[in-house]
Every structure is written in structure tokens, then in C-alpha cells.
Nanobody, 117 residues
Framework: QVQRVESGGGLVQTGGSLNLSCVVS????????VAWYRQAPGKQREWLAT???????NYAESAKGRFTISRDNAKKTVYLQMNSLKPEDTAVYYC???????????WGQGTQVTVSS
């Protein structure tokens, strides 16, 4: 009964910021890897960033420089801080997790991010 909930999306103007949250409960949060993805209408799901621990982070080219992934193990939460947002960042943002190198086969509801021009 692992629960995974994304939140923090909303409507923001070009140049604004949002901090997305991904809470994963019902599992040993300290040992899981978490990744952020997004999917815009009519497009494939796009990987953005992965965090294995506080020191191991990977970013897609589309996320480098503007997005920062982090985690708070005490709060069982992974964050995606997004700055200097652009209209092309408009999408539904999802998180997923892996335990012992096995990714969850399920996806949550995601959180909508809309950037107005």
C-alpha cells in the first residue's frame, strides 16, 4: 500500500517559480530513488530529473540550470524547484520511485503546471 502524491502545481506567469512536492509513504523512503517526469498534451512523457541520495542527482537537458531536485527524508518528500518558467514548461508533472532498482509500474495523478505567456 505505497502511496505517492504529487502537488504544488498551478498557474504562473513566464519567469515565475514553482516548487513541486512528491510524498511517498508506505515504504522505506530513505532507500528509494525518485524521479520527476512531465507530459504535455500530444507529447510523450519526458524524464526531467532523478535523485538517488542527496549527492547523486541527474538532470535532463531541458531541466539543467533552472530546475533543482532535492529530498527531505524526514518528511518523505522529494521536491522539484522550478525557476524561470517558460510556456513550454506547461505540462502535467509526475513522480515515480524505485526500490532495489525496481521502478513502480504505476503512475499517480500528477500535478498540472501552466505557464502563461
Amino acid at each position: 500500500q505505497v502511496q505517492r502524491v504529487e502537488s504544488g502545481g498551478g498557474l504562473v506567469q513566464t519567469g515565475g517559480s514553482l516548487n513541486l512536492s512528491c510524498v511517498v509513504s508506505g515504504i522505506d523512503f530513505r532507500v528509494i530513488t525518485v524521479a520527476w517526469y512531465r507530459q504535455a498534451p500530444g507529447k510523450q512523457r519526458e524524464w526531467l530529473a532523478t535523485i538517488i541520495n542527496d549527492r547523486r542527482k541527474n538532470y535532463a537537458e531541458s531541466a539543467k540550470g533552472r530546475f533543482t531536485i532535492s529530498r527531505d527524508n524526514a518528511k518523505k518528500t522529494v521536491y522539484l524547484q522550478m525557476n524561470s518558467l517558460k510556456p513550454e514548461d506547461t505540462a502535467v508533472y509526475y513522480c515515480n520511485y524505485a526500490y532495489d532498482n525496481k521502478w513502480s509500474a504505476n503512475w499517480g495523478q500528477g500535478t498540472q503546471v501552466t505557464v502563461s505567456s
